[in-house]
């Protein structure tokens, strides 16, 4: 079923070879998958994209080689994700990256090593091939006459430089070219060096699916030029927005959890405090780490350093260069987005019941009779909530699905409808899309005060509907964050209630109160409905900066869970298993 989600997500976005596509006719496509998914996923890309704008498997050596046959394993180390790159035409940006010629080469080729610069290079060939037939110059130089490459001024200057080099006398002069000027070997598809991020790594974000900014430096730089737009639908913790923000991209990233939102949010926010990256450029980085008794290149794992040459271990430290990004981030926004046409959905003139009886339920609403019109002498009143009436928004009506918005003069017109009488809560049951206001507080005739209260669901909920498929929940612990990824889950706006203390060096959960039901249609009980809690331990009463996500499975049965560095500032934000979350609450 994750294949199908898949394929279903990357039609619905339109990122094939149709007419309407969004992505542009020199963009490409990234996706990373592992290896139970890899073969599948590339059978329906081929149908998306064409087998002909496949352009290749990439192999992400993620890992050495580790063994987990104490665990009673039989099969080969797993130690690589794969990487399916596609493009839309066959004109597409192509920005040729490159890695370090690995020792052998080296040692082969750029053997010497200059006194006082220790900089390596090689003797290379000067002689211009096909000589007068291809319109080389021919003259002496250090007393040797042939057809050379470069002209008699370039090869003065390159002489007066230094870097005409003869080893005695009579002998061919040579070229002396440094290994450091080299750009190295063109990016291969077999990426076996850049490493899961270690668990001191300055950039680590604490989310279970995060990958290195270095794996998608290479991608964005390669795949994309200044100012152009860069999409993730499944982004996790944000690291494809941070990447863009610090190579001047333009950005736009998607997630359903929320413990992805606010990560990618904080990442963003606290960019000029992160690492900058190391390489902006398409030539390699030669310098590599060497042995210090016999200068050899070190072979690294995640536990330590061995020289291949003689054998010396060294502790495998980490040591990061810390240079800062430095720059605050461009102005950005969070927004829940979702701009549909329901029509293509469902019926709704034909399901008119079905479909007031499904979002009634959604807000524990039960339609128990009728005539509610009638009673407030106002259309489309099927409910009372808490003695309320709650009117559902006919959206079956094309004109109001198409044209009518909630807003101000909508409400208006709901007042005035009542003859100025209306008081008290009036609540709208709305698809998201529907809505361009939010509660609003108003006065009737008599100065008697009343609320609009809006219900608002997304268009995921008529697609649910539709299919009769059960409420997906919010991740309760780490290893859900996968599935939470490939489901096709909503949210509702919900009210949550939750107050929260100080408690032995941590915080407990004093109260937790969530109208959502479970897929048995059971409310939940106690603290059953609670997916996470987000801690800012420092919050300034403007932006809530996550620092510690805790998971419903991390907290202990009376409600009490450990959290260090918890200040006289710290405030929290609940979140249920259905998406939604509550105000930002300040631990007592």
Not at 35 to 53: C, P, Q, T, W, Y
Not at 194 to 209: D, G, H, L, V, W
Not at 349 to 377: A, C, H, M, P, W
Not at 505 to 526: E, H, P, V, Y
Request: aromatic letters at 10%; hydrophobic letters at 35%.
């Amino acid at each position: 079923m994750e294949i199908f989600k898949i394929f279903s997500t990357l039609k619905s976005l339109n990122f094939g070879l149709d007419k309407g596509s969004i992505l542009v006719l020199d963009g490409s496509f990234y996706i990373h998958l592992d290896s139970k998914m890899a073969h599948f996923v590339k059978v329906l890309l081929d149908e998306i994209f064409g087998g002909e704008n496949f352009r290749n498997e990439i192999i992400w050596k993620r890992s050495t080689a580790h063994s987990d046959t104490k665990q009673g394993s039989q099969h080969y180390g797993r130690i690589h994700d794969t990487i399916l790159f596609y493009t839309r035409s066959e004109k597409y940006v192509w920005n040729s990256q490159h890695t370090p010629h690995d020792e052998e080469y080296i040692n082969k080729f750029y053997k010497n090593i200059e006194e006082g610069t220790g900089r390596r290079y090689m003797l290379d060939n000067l002689a211009g091939p096909g000589g007068a037939a291809k319109g080389n110059p021919f003259y002496e130089v250090m007393g040797v006459k042939r057809y050379w490459q470069f002209s008699k001024e370039n090869m003065d200057q390159l002489v007066k430089d230094g870097r005409i080099i003869q080893t005695r006398p009579g002998n061919v002069p040579r070229y002396k070219r440094y290994l450091d000027e080299m750009k190295g070997v063109p990016l291969q598809s077999i990426w076996d060096d850049i490493r899961q991020i270690q668990s001191q790594a300055k950039e680590r974000a604490n989310y279970p699916t995060q990958k290195p900014e270095e794996l998608l430096q290479r991608i964005i730089s390669n795949s994309s030029n200044e100012n152009d737009l860069i999409l993730d639908v499944f982004s996790g913790s944000g690291t494809t927005a941070v990447v863009g923000e610090k190579l001047g991209r333009r950005w736009a990233v998607c997630d359903f959890g929320k413990h992805a939102i606010y990560t990618m949010q904080k990442r963003i926010l606290n960019i000029a405090e992160s690492k900058k990256l190391e390489n902006n450029s398409n030539v390699a980085d030669q310098e590599v780490a060497r042995c210090e008794k016999c200068s050899s290149v070190i072979e690294e794992n995640d536990e330590y350093k061995k020289c291949k040459e003689c054998g010396s271990i060294y502790q495998n430290e980490i040591k990061e260069k810390n240079e800062k990004y430095g720059q605050p981030p461009k102005p950005f926004c969070v927004v829940s987005a979702g701009a549909y046409d329901f029509t293509r959905i469902m019926d709704l003139r034909k399901n008119q019941d079905t479909y007031i009886t499904f979002v009634l339920g959604l807000f524990n609403i039960v339609r128990e009779k009728t005539g509610f019109s009638k009673k407030y002498k106002l259309p489309n009143i099927y409910a009372e909530k808490n003695g309320d009436p709650v009117e559902v928004f006919p959206v079956w009506d094309d004109e109001y699905l198409k044209n009518i918005r909630i807003d101000e003069e909508y409400l208006q017109g709901i007042i005035d409808a009542s003859g100025g009488k209306l008081k008290g809560d009036y609540y709208i049951i709305t698809p998201e899309t529907c809505a361009r206001i939010g509660d609003t507080a108003f006065k009737n005739a008599a100065k008697e005060k009343g609320n609009f209260k809006l219900l608002k669901f997304p268009y995921k909920v008529l697609e649910e509907l539709s299919r009769h498929f059960q409420i997906e929940e919010q991740a309760t612990s780490s290893a859900d964050i996968n599935r939470l990824i490939s489901s096709v889950g909503f949210y509702f706006n919900e009210e949550i209630k939750v107050e929260a203390e100080r408690k032995n060096g941590g915080i407990k959960i004093t109260k937790f109160n969530s109208g959502i039901l479970d897929k048995n249609g059971r409310r939940f009980k106690g603290l059953e409905g609670l997916a996470m809690m987000l801690v800012d331990v420092d919050y300034d009463g403007k932006v809530f900066d996550m620092d510690v996500a805790i998971y419903s499975k991390d907290i202990g049965e009376d409600g009490v869970v450990k959290v260090e560095g918890l200040t006289k500032d710290s405030h929290i934000i609940a979140i249920d298993k259905h998406g939604n979350e509550s105000k930002v609450i300040k631990l007592k």
